[in-house]
Structures are given as structure tokens and as C-alpha cells.
Nanobody, 117 residues
Framework: VRLVESGGGLVQAGGSLKLSCTLS????????MAWYRQRPGKQRELVAA???????YYRDDVKGRFNISRVDAESTLYLQMNNLKIEASAVYYC????????????WGQGTPVTVSS
């Protein structure tokens, strides 16, 4: 299974970005999917997850601002990030797996997000 993220970049605080993750070499519809991030000097943390049903999970500090979605027909996972805060600056990783709410069997290479003041 290969996961490829895209959509990261530089944005001002309060702005929006939409991340995408395309899965190849497998069937996305058998996986729970998630977005993680790793901020400088910090451990990787779960940001949001979406199951097969689908149900969703969000960490508290992104609830109401981030939206995770999946389009299985396109083998693609999305993360819409609105009203971005400076502390959201991180490398964002896509993951696929069977555990819930933190699937982590397969990982992408990450896409960097920088939020400026």
C-alpha cells in the first residue's frame, strides 16, 4: 500500500488549506484512515480519523475547524483545515490501518504545513 499526501504549504493564520492523500496498491475501502501531524520537537499526534462506516474522530483543538472526509471511489482521503492557528504548523501524515481511532499500519511521506502570523 502506498500513500501520497499533497496540499501542504504556507498559509496565514486564519486561512485554510485542504490536504489530500491518495492510496494505491490496495483497496481504501477496507481501511480506517487518519491524519497525524508532527510539530517541531514534538511526538507525532493523531489529528483526525475516519472509519469505514464512516464515523469520525477529531482531537479537541481542531474540532469545528477541521473536517476529514474520504472518497473511496477516488481512493482519496481529505483534510479540510479552516481558521488555521500558528500552532498547527507541522508535517501532516496520512495513515491507513484497521485499528480505531488510530490506524497506523501504512504511512505516507508527509506534507508540510506552515502557518504564519
Amino acid at each position: 500500500v502506498r500513500l501520497v499526501e499533497s496540499g501542504g504549504g504556507l498559509v496565514q493564520a486564519g486561512g485554510s488549506l485542504k490536504l489530500s492523500c491518495t492510496l494505491s496498491g490496495g483497496k481504501i475501502w477496507i481501511y480506517n484512515m487518519a491524519w497525524y501531524r508532527q510539530r517541531p520537537g514534538k511526538q507525532r499526534e493523531l489529528v483526525a480519523a475516519i472509519s469505514l462506516i464512516p464515523t469520525t474522530y477529531y482531537r479537541d483543538d481542531v474540532k469545528g475547524r477541521f473536517n476529514i472526509s474520504r472518497v473511496d471511489a477516488e481512493s482519496t482521503l481529505y483534510l479540510q483545515m479552516n481558521n488555521l492557528k500558528i500552532e498547527a504548523s507541522a508535517v501532516y501524515y496520512c495513515a491507513a490501518g484497521i485499528t480505531w481511532p488510530a490506524p497506523s499500519s501504512n504511512w505516507g511521506q508527509g506534507t508540510p504545513v506552515t502557518v504564519s502570523s
